[in-house]
């Protein structure tokens, strides 16, 4: 059977530079009936579980380490056995929510992982965070931004670790290049296009941040 992609949202807060929000996070979970990869373990791990199911979880992968995308990571991987793998220039990042335990692995750009059959190649894409990564899927027409590339444009780069040009320059370089086509699955809110997002970048550089 070939990879699906299923989705939940779970709910918490998100916590850098000593403020707090309410959000909403995707979590996207790439599988088949058999075995599954979790995309950004948010807020409930018990409810990221029961999702999966009785599927072996292949792995956890963290597109970046803001709060809001690995508060559950480390009780995943409890409960599943599965590794938790980030992007190392994160890790500072990650310390700052899990200083006593450290990820399993480490993601870098080019580096394929394989679920169900289907292939996803790591992309870094720093500016949201310096470790940012996103996922591609070409067989499933997809890619998973985590919150680099949103509907309407880049993820926030006004706090601690983030950069602007950088995020620019990723989705230029990185994102804008993938078929227009290919569904943009965000970490926040609704999934959009490549298509739908390209035409807008020089508002974007325009409007800055």
């Given at each position: 059977m070939t990879a699906r992609v299923g989705h939940l949202t779970t709910s918490g807060t998100f916590s850098l530079d000593g403020g707090v929000w309410e959000v909403d996070?995707?979590?996207w979970l790439v599988g088949d009936e058999h075995e599954v990869?979790?995309?950004d373990a948010a807020h409930d791990a018990e409810a990221i579980a029961a999702a999966v199911g009785g599927r072996r979880v292949v792995a956890i992968v963290c597109t970046h380490a803001h709060d809001d995308h690995i508060d559950a990571a480390p009780a995943l991987a409890r409960l599943t056995g599965a590794p938790v793998l980030l992007h190392p220039a994160d890790l500072p990042l990650w310390r700052?929510?899990?200083p006593d335990r450290a990820p399993d692995g480490e993601l870098a750009d080019g580096q394929v992982?394989?679920?169900a059959g289907t292939e996803l190649t790591v992309l870094h894409t720093p500016g949201h965070a310096p470790g940012a990564v996103c996922l591609h899927a070409p067989a499933l027409g997809t890619v998973f931004t985590g919150d680099t590339l949103f509907q309407g444009g880049p993820g926030a780069t006004g706090r601690s670790f983030s950069d602007?040009?950088?995020i620019v320059a990723s989705i230029r370089e990185r994102l804008l290049t993938l078929p227009p086509e290919t569904v943009v699955r965000t970490g926040h809110g609704e999934s959009t296009t490549i298509g739908e997002e390209a035409p807008h970048l020089e508002e974007w550089l325009a409007r800055g941040h």
């Open positions: 996070n995707n979590v990869l979790v995309v700052l929510t899990h992982l394989r679920v602007f040009p950088a």
